[in-house]
């Protein structure tokens, strides 16, 4: 999955560069401009490899980009008071990257800017260029003590003494390039902070809307050297002081202008005059406001999230863009409220009730909780309560043993990228927290009944519903005989002449815990078969419910879930998953599919907030990373009779291409979806049961 890209509109106020030293000459100065008449957008170096298109992903951060072995590396550096970062600052950092052909870039905050003595506290400042950090595999921090320590010892030379403290732990023999804006170059003319001879750094000017770029007479042999080169990086213009101006009149700049994680940050503290956001509930919620009672028993026990995933994770770099991937898990306004205010936050595995106890019993005596608006729906409730005058944010209506250790991590990893302590987060489940799975999925599937004629499908239940749709529509429209030799494209190009207006939308039966939908399909003789459908369920639901329904008799199951892909896997493609990898043991998966899709060998994760790279580095000989057929393969161990046929939809590439930057409703996935259904049912609709010889059709009631 590849890196957080920022991808903002504006450009930085460009920051004060501090001093520079020089470079000898260099043959082909990549965009270097002897005068300002040339000024333009600059190209890269031709002699750099695969400088048009530098790799920026987490695999690449830190080392050398785009496959290449390049021993001589090329770093960034980059100087300013950062009051606030911003947008703009962040868009010439990638800009940078890619017109320098950067492996690195380091982030250096101005400890105490003597032309800014009403600066913010170097704390604050330091804290947004390492939220920055975070989320930017590119970008290196020095320590703050490194800071401190040169600015004591030399405070009008500190930034060049840090450079070359910078350069000195790198290695002298990598080319440096520090950037920097049109008014700091010529300030720093004015200084005398010039190139010296005998260091590899080139300063890097980048032009600002706006700004006149004159070159002094000073600076132009270093041009014609090389050493001074200008770029336009040709994004519009942003200032830190017009961000803190829109503060201070009340209002809220854009997210082009500043991200979220910066935004946020600068509302927990109150900067610049800034204001939080009000409290609201999450779309689809409602809240509701009361005491909470006080029950005679507490029946929650302390989870040990050690236990449950490695603590690196919070630390590691992952695959995948975090702030994405929770922004679809977590509703903006429970991150706003949890970021801007600092709340504690507190997951409770157990049902509402249960918590809405726990919190009456510990001295949350009243409070807001927010819970889905439609009845029906099974989703997280959040409440907000406060103790001992502490603002707290509970998360409870949690079931399974893996969407707890789903959901700790979720908000382990939202307090962590925000710089929040770990302390800030709890976790606890109810007494006898493993069997509530068991207890709710034996009621919600008590009525539920097997026979020979019913298959069971777990998994893209939305994507099924449409083929079902679709075929019994054009059952109805066609007849039997065309019915019985329908192909796909056939069923593809009815669809598009008929829209939606068709789609079944029966209310599902079992409970809003474990809901499935029941389908009758006919074959082309008119004899019915079941298909029972389930939404997809997370890890250890898969095996609940698979043991439920083989206890009750049923034999035939399909499973359909999305993976992330590794090796030779490519994206849209259906894998058929045959080994199974998770807790240091490979197990077969009696896999029926196989005999359709290519086998794969499965890596089993709780979550893909545990996907490090590191952790990527790992699973060697793996083709996929998903989350269930782990679970099924248990189960089938202990079930032999069981005929199980699971496919996995590539959908993204682990370390390559970021989960949350693919649809799942692209019509490349659509398509993938409505193939893997269409292939079983055509089967049914032909007599040809193929992989589940036990399914036997309904004698199709007799005409009066």
Known sequence: MIQYRFRFSCL??????????????????????????????????????????????PSGAGRTRAGHDRTVRRIGLYSGTFDPLHGGHLQVVDKAIALLDLDTVWLLPNAAPADKPDASAFDHRYAMARLAALRHPALRLPEPELIASFHAKAPTTYVADLMREIMRREGLQHTFFQICGTDSFLKMVEKGFLPRPGERRIVAVMARKG?????????????????????????????????????QAGETPSRSELPSFLLRYIQRHLLYGAARPAVRPPAGYRAVRGRFPLPDRDPFLPVSLDERFPPRVL?????????????????????????????????????????????????????????????????????LATRDRIPHLVVTNVFGEDRLTHTALQYAQLLARNL?????????????????????????LRRLRADARTLVMFGYRGALNNVVSDLLKFLEAKGFAAYAGVTQAQLDAFRRD?????????????????????????????????????????????????????GKGFRQFVMFGNAGGLGR????????????????????????????????????????LV???????????????????????????????????????VSDRPGGVDITRRSEDSEEFLAAKRAFFFRLLRRIIRGEPGPFPRLRAATPPACP
């Open 12 to 57: 930085a106020a460009v920051l004060f560069c501090g001093w520079l030293a020089a470079l000898p000459a260099l043959a082909g100065p990549e965009g270097a401009m002897p005068g300002v008449a040339l000024l333009g957008t600059a190209q890269p170096d031709p002699s750099a490899p695969d400088a048009a298109h530098p790799d920026t992903s």
């Open 211 to 247: 700004y006149e770029t004159t070159i002094p007479a000073a600076a132009r042999p270093l041009v014609e050297r090389g050493c001074i080169r200008f770029f336009d990086p040709d994004v519009p213009e942003l200032s830190s002081t017009r961000l803190r101006a829109i503060f």
């Open 315 to 383: 630390t590691d770099p992952l695959t995948l863009d975090i702030d994405a991937y929770l922004a679809d898990k977590i509703p903006e306004e429970i991150q706003d409220l949890i970021l801007t205010r600092g709340l504690r936050v507190i997951v409770l595995g157990g049902l509402l009730d249960d918590a809405l106890g726990y919190l009456g019993r510990h001295g949350f005596t009243n409070g807001t909780v927010f819970v889905p608006a439609a009845p029906e729906r099974i989703d997280l409730c959040y409440a």
């Open 420 to 444: 929040l302590p770990a302390s800030h987060l709890q976790v606890l489940a109810v007494a006898g927290y493993d069997r509530l799975d068991d207890r709710l999925c034996t009621d919600a």
């Open 498 to 550: 008929i829209g939606d207006s068709h789609l079944l939308q029966g209310s599902p039966a079992g409970s809003a815990n474990f809901p499935y939908w029941e389908y009758a399909i006919p074959d082309s003789e008119g004899r019915l078969f079941r298909l029972v459908a389930f939404r997809n369920l997370y890890g250890d639901q898969t095996a609940t419910v698979l043991r439920e329904l083989i």
């Open 569 to 608: 896997a490519d994206i849209g493609e259906v894998l058929a998953p045959v080994v199974v990898m998770g807790e240091g043991q490979a197990r077969p998966l009696r896999n029926a599919a196989a005999a359709d899709y290519r086998g794969a060998t499965s890596v089993a994760v709780p979550s893909v």
């Open 611 to 649: 996907e490090t790279q590191d952790w990527l580095a790992r699973q060697i000989g793996a083709t996929v990373v998903e989350v269930e057929n782990a679970q099924a393969a248990g189960v089938l161990r202990e079930n032999p009779g069981v005929v199980f046929y699971s496919g996995v939809l």
